[in-house]
T-cell receptor, first 114, second 116 residues
């Protein structure tokens, strides 16, 4: 079992719809979770971090965390063509908060269809 | 503010040769990390510097890889001798001291290394 699992996609979503990206992790004691967006040939860019169970909203993005189910998701509302990218789920394994040593999933490629 | 810069952006070398990758973190960032993405796999942690000290090098694949950060500013990652399986994209990232959302990781664009 991979430490961080994501559906590789591609995931195609019509413009204006909600894109839902999912991630599961294996280390039950993990406390810090991150979503990165990566355009082709560019650097991963942090878009959301979440540490507590529940939802965290930032603009059109909502991260959801369920530690009991070891599940973290990212919702993108009102999807735009500029949201087309690969989305990487990252977890800081262990009990510490922070981003010192991240474990990444392989990423989900999202395409927004105009 | 200049971002994390990496040089070169691409490198093609033959098996057995040596390659040195360079990373310039964001000014003032004491944390510096190296990560690697091998084709088709996830991005994997290699090591972590705090200033000039290696905090964690548990992800370094073997002793053909040597990372340095003299003076606590830029860092180099040398691969000697390179093997075919070393091909991939090497990312550098930096952050301020601290943890969590107060000090997000800033990644560079990576160096794409191809060993033939």
């Amino acid at each position: 079992q991979k430490e961080v699992e994501q559906n590789s996609g591609p995931l195609s979503v019509p413009e204006g719809a909600i894109a839902s990206l999912n991630c599961t992790y294996s280390d039950r004691v993990s406390q810090s979770f991150f979503w990165y967006r990566q355009y082709s040939g560019k650097s991963p860019e942090l878009i959301m971090s979440i540490y507590s169970n529940g939802d965290k909203e930032d603009g059109r993005f909502t991260a959801q965390l369920n530690k009991a189910s070891q599940y973290v998701s990212l919702l993108i509302r009102d999807s735009q063509p500029s949201d087309s990218a690969t989305y990487l789920c990252a977890v800081n394994p262990g009990k510490d908060f922070g981003n010192e040593k991240l474990t990444f999933g392989t990423g989900t490629r999202l395409t927004i269809i105009p | 503010e200049a971002g994390v810069t990496q040089f070169p952006s691409h490198s093609v070398i033959e098996k057995g040769q040596t390659v040195t990758l360079r990373c310039d973190p964001i000014s003032g960032h004491d944390n510096l990390y190296w990560y690697r993405r091998v084709m088709g796999k996830e991005i994997k942690f290699l090591l972590h510097f705090v200033k000039e000290s290696k905090q964690d090098e548990s992800g370094m694949p073997n002793n053909r890889f040597l990372a340095e950060r003299t003076g606590g500013t830029y860092s180099t990652l040398k691969v000697q001798p390179a093997e075919l399986e070393d091909s991939g994209v090497y990312f550098c990232a930096s952050s301020q001291l601290g943890s969590g959302s107060n000090s997000p990781l800033h990644f560079g664009n990576g160096t794409r290394l191809t060993v033939t």
